[in-house]
């Protein structure tokens, strides 16, 4: 069994920054991706930034440049280090794993916390 818990949401300006955190914990032989997934009302959720246990990642467009995925393998945390925020970036952020443990292996989503982007 696996949890994940995301901090680091809350309101900041446009062109402002924020941080997030995602903590993967229990009984974790394997991660093989970390990921960042976003949700604003009445849309769609999107994927946002991937991260694999070989440490290539991807981006959405609308992202590039400004968002930056990274882990702390010893941590079992990903990290979306967000740059120059605009309106549109805001939304309910949720992570997203694909671990294996000793009994399975599957996908795992956080709670989500809150960015909100505004003046």
């Known amino acids: 069994q696996v949890q994940l818990v995301e901090s680091g949401g809350g309101l900041v300006q446009p062109g402002g920054s924020l941080r997030l955190s995602c903590v993967a914990s229990?009984?974790?032989?394997?991660?093989?991706?970390m990921s960042w997934h976003r949700q604003a009302p009445g849309k769609q959720r999107e994927a946002v930034a991937i991260?694999?246990?070989?440490?290539?990642?991807n981006y959405a467009d609308s992202v590039k440049g400004r968002f930056t995925i990274s882990r702390d393998d010893a941590k079992n945390t990903v990290y979306l280090q967000m740059n120059s925020l605009i309106p549109d970036d805001t939304a309910a952020y949720y992570c997203?794993?694909?671990?294996?443990?000793?009994?399975?292996?599957?996908?795992?989503w956080g709670q989500g916390t809150q960015v909100t982007v505004s003046s």
């Open positions: 997203h794993a694909y671990i294996a443990t000793i009994t399975i292996t599957s996908h795992y």
């Open positions: 229990g009984s974790i032989a394997s991660i093989y991706s």
């Open positions: 991260i694999t246990s070989g440490g290539s990642t």
